[in-house]
C-alpha cells in the first residue's frame, strides 16, 4: 500500500464524521492555523510566530459531546509591543446540524478549564502564586454545519440582564467562521490555501458542475506554492480526493478525482498522489465486499464475531502504521515492529499513525513502554 493508501485508511470512518475528522487533520498543519487566522482576525496574524506553534495534547470537550463537537489547542508566542508572551489558540470544532444558543457559555467554560488545568499544573510544581501568569486565549469557533447560524456569542444573548447588572456579566471576544455562509471573498481575501479548501467545502453537496468549477478554481491556487510548501500543496490535494471520496454520491468519484488529477502541475505531486486517486474505486469496493461478509454471515457467537472484527481491524491498522514508517523512514527496527504490532488499541493507533505523518524523523513517533 502506497503512501496515499495510508491517508485512505487513516480516513476510514463513517461518512458523519468526516467534517470532524478532517478538520483535525488540517489543523494539524501549523500554516493551515495560520490560514484559518488570516480568515478570522487578519490584524493579529503578523505578531503571531506560527514557526514555533505547539500543538497541546489535551481535549477539554465532554464525552457527552464529542460527537457534535471537538477541540484543539495550541501554544505560539505573541509578539506584543515590548516582548513576546505565549498565547493559547484554542480552536472548538463544531460540526452538529443545529446552532447552540449556548455557545457564548460554553467557550466560556473551555477557557474556564484551559485555566483550570494551568492552575493545577503550577500548584503540582510548587511554583509561587505570584509568579503565576494565566496565558491569554484565542477562542475559535469553526462551524460547519449548513443551518444559518443567527445565536450571539455572548453570555448577555441567554440572559435577562437588566442594564443595571449588565456589567457583572463576563464579556469577551469569540472569534467565528462559518465556512458554509462565508462570503468566498472572504474566505480568501489572502489567497491563502485554506481558504480555498473551504470554498469547496461550501459546494459539498451542490450540483455536479458548481462543484467541479470549485475544485478547478481551487487547483489552480494550490498549484501556486512552490516548492518549500510541498509538504501543505500535498496536503491540500490529499483534502480534496478525501472530500470527494466521503462527500460526494459514488457515481461522481472517478470523474471528480480525473478532474483534479488533470490540474495536479508538478510532477512530484503526481507521482505522490496519483495512486489515491486510483485507490478510492477500489477502497470502497472492498468496504462493499467487507460489509456484504459481515451482514451474510449468520452462523458463529456474536461475540466471537465482534472479536474476530476487531482483532482484524486492529491488524489492518497496526500494518497501516507500519508501512508509513517504511515509507517515510525506510528500514523499520525490529523493536519497533514488535511493539507496535501488539497494539490493539484503535485509538493509540491512529494517534500513531498520525505521529508518522508529521514526524521528521522514526525517534519522534511517541511509543510507550505500556503500548499494547
Not at 489535551?58 to 508572551?85: C, G, K, T
Not at 503526481?270 to 454471515?297: D, F, N, P, S, Y
Not at 508501512?323 to 525490529?334: D, I
Not at 488499541?345 to 511517541?366: C, K, M, P, V, Y
Amino acid at each position: 500500500m502506497t503512501e496515499s493508501a495510508e491517508i485512505l485508511s487513516y480516513f476510514d470512518i463513517r461518512i458523519e464524521q468526516f467534517p470532524d475528522r478532517s478538520a483535525r487533520w488540517l489543523f494539524e498543519d501549523r500554516e493551515n492555523v495560520r490560514g484559518l487566522l488570516e480568515i478570522v482576525a487578519t490584524e493579529l496574524v503578523e505578531r503571531i510566530d506560527f514557526s514555533q506553534i505547539a500543538q497541546i495534547n489535551r481535549s477539554f470537550v465532554p464525552d457527552n459531546l464529542r460527537e457534535q463537537e471537538s477541540d484543539m489547542i495550541f501554544n505560539v508566542p505573541f509578539r506584543s509591543a515590548s516582548e513576546s508572551e505565549e498565547l493559547l489558540i484554542y480552536i472548538l470544532i463544531e460540526h452538529q446540524s443545529t446552532v447552540d444558543s449556548t455557545m457564548g457559555f460554553r467557550v466560556l467554560f473551555y477557557m474556564t478549564q484551559i485555566w483550570d488545568s494551568q492552575r493545577r499544573e503550577w500548584e503540582s510544581e510548587a511554583v509561587p502564586k505570584s509568579q503565576w501568569r494565566f496565558r491569554p486565549i484565542l477562542p475559535i469557533v469553526f462551524y460547519t454545519g449548513a443551518q444559518c447560524w443567527n445565536a450571539p456569542l455572548t453570555l448577555n444573548a441567554i440572559m435577562d440582564t437588566p442594564d443595571e447588572l449588565g456589567r457583572f456579566v463576563p464579556n469577551f471576544d469569540t472569534l467565528f467562521l462559518s465556512v458554509k455562509e462565508a462570503d468566498e471573498t472572504h474566505l480568501t481575501k489572502t489567497d491563502h490555501p485554506l481558504g480555498w479548501l473551504l470554498t469547496v467545502l461550501q459546494k459539498e453537496h451542490a450540483d455536479r458542475e458548481t462543484m467541479s468549477a470549485a475544485l478547478v478554481n481551487a487547483m489552480s491556487h494550490i498549484n501556486e506554492l512552490d516548492e518549500a510548501q510541498m509538504l501543505q500543496r500535498r496536503r491540500a490535494i490529499s483534502y480534496l480526493l478525501l472530500l470527494i471520496l466521503h462527500r460526494r454520491p459514488a457515481e461522481e468519484h472517478e470523474e471528480l478525482r480525473t478532474l483534479v488529477d488533470q490540474h495536479i502541475q508538478q510532477p512530484s505531486d503526481r507521482e505522490e498522489l496519483e495512486t489515491m486517486a486510483q485507490t478510492m474505486a477500489e477502497h470502497l469496493i472492498e468496504q462493499g465486499k467487507v460489509q456484504g461478509k459481515a451482514e451474510g454471515k449468520v452462523e458463529g457467537k456474536a461475540e466471537g464475531k465482534a472479536e474476530g472484527r476487531a482483532e482484524g481491524r486492529a491488524e489492518e491498522k497496526q500494518a497501516a502504521v507500519l508501512k508509513l514508517l517504511r515509507l517515510r523512514f525506510g528500514s523499520v527496527p525490529e523493536s519497533v515492529t514488535n511493539q507496535i504490532s501488539s497494539i490493539r488499541n484503535f485509538s493509540r493507533l491512529d494517534a500513531l499513525f498520525e505521529e508518522a505523518l508529521t514526524a521528521q524523523t522514526l525517534e519522534e513517533i511517541g511509543l510507550r513502554n505500556d503500548d499494547r
